[in-house]
């Protein structure tokens, strides 16, 4: 699905089949996605159609969990650090001043 045909035409975007030329996760992923489609649409030539329709859709959707499993990491990772951070420069402590706004609520009032 993803080579070049004689003619130059590839079946596929040239960014889905860029990734499958880059070998690697992606490449494995556009694999499993063709697999799945062709064991639901079948391999008859006449499901030809029907199998470029269903894999474009599972490829489109295999990018969308892939750019947000890697937002999640990137957010992770910077959680991360901001919490070393936080732990470093001593900011973890009891003053009241750096307490939620629900703390100052919760306290008995002073007489």
Request: contains cysteine; proline residues 3%; negative net charge.
């Amino acid at each position: 699905m993803c080579e070049q045909k004689k003619t130059g035409k590839c079946n596929v975007k040239e960014t889905v089949a860029a990734d499958y030329r880059a070998g690697g996760e992606r490449r494995e992923l556009l694999e499993i996605a063709l697999l799945e489609t062709l064991m639901e649409t079948g391999t008859e030539r006449s499901a030809h159609s029907r199998v470029k329709q269903v894999f474009s859709a599972k490829v489109e959707h295999v990018k969308e969990r892939l750019q947000e499993r890697e937002k999640e990491a990137v957010a992770k990772e910077k959680l991360e650090e901001l919490g070393s951070a936080v732990q470093d420069e001593g900011f973890m402590s009891n003053d009241p001043a750096l307490m939620p706004a629900e703390a100052e609520t919760t306290a008995p009032a002073a007489k």
